[in-house]
């Protein structure tokens, strides 16, 4: 069954350091995602991508972060300079295009816990 | 402005039904969602609803009534490993922003 699929699963960071997260979507997937789960807290929506621009993106979003789709297969955040509030895991997400059989529901990858010492 | 509503935390005992109710504000509807999340783990999806109704997926049955910004998810023959927070999202517009709510922790107990 195909999957999302992201690295690394875990990465300890300094802060003021910059951070690539990547994942790779399900490949006839049209639209990514980001979001984040701060441990013991909801998951929260960070930014979503469609057709190679940001088609939306939250108030966390902010001018530390970047999406990039550089090739076919991999899409990738950037956080510029980290924060300790940075800290939590961050799930990358596909979902398909609209469809009479397809409901767009996402699918996740398995996460990237991120710590910002 | 978003708002998702769902209860904190619940418990049942193996064998037996729970409901899980999620109240929502959304400016946008277009789909509600309900995901599974093992601790430590990632959301796997468990339903949709876009119309009113009930939607019956084997043990898992979910509803909706848009009028009244409201959905449960239904659980019967509780198990243990569907020990587990339930996520009930909103999606606002085609392919844009699906919108969780804080999750409901149920614990099935033996």
């Known amino acids: 069954e195909p999957e999302v699929t992201q690295t690394p699963s875990h990465q300890v960071t300094q802060m003021g350091q910059e951070v690539i997260l990547r994942c790779v979507p399900i490949?006839?997937?049209?639209?990514f995602y980001w979001y984040r789960q701060i441990l013991g807290q909801k998951v929260e929506f960070l930014v979503s991508?469609?057709?190679?621009?940001?088609?939306?993106k939250s108030e966390i979003f902010d001018d530390q972060f970047s999406v990039e789709r550089p090739d076919g297969s991999n899409f990738t955040l950037k956080i510029r300079s980290t924060k300790l509030e940075d800290s939590a895991m961050y799930f990358c997400?596909?979902?398909?295009?609209?469809?009479?059989?397809?409901?767009?529901?996402?699918?996740f990858g398995e996460g990237s816990r991120l710590t910002v010492l | 402005g978003q708002n998702i509503d769902q209860p904190t935390e619940m418990t049942a005992t193996e064998g037996a039904i729970v409901q899980i109710n999620c109240t929502y504000q959304?400016?946008?509807?277009?789909?509600l969602f309900w995901y599974q999340q093992h601790a430590g783990e990632a959301p796997t999806f468990l339903s949709y609803n876009v119309l009113d109704g009930l939607e019956e997926k084997g043990r898992f049955s979910s509803f909706l009534s848009r009028s009244k910004g409201y959905s449960y998810l239904l659980l019967k023959e509780l198990q243990m490993k569907d020990s587990a927070s339930y996520l009930c999202a909103v999606r606002g517009n085609y392919g844009q922003n699906f919108v969780f709510g804080p999750g409901t922790r149920l614990s099935v107990l033996p």
């Open positions: 490949s006839n997937h049209l639209y």
């Open positions: 997400a596909s979902a398909r295009t609209s469809g009479r059989l397809n409901t767009g529901e996402l699918f």
């Open positions: 959304t400016s946008g509807f277009n789909g």
């Open positions: 991508f469609y057709n190679n621009e940001i088609s939306e």
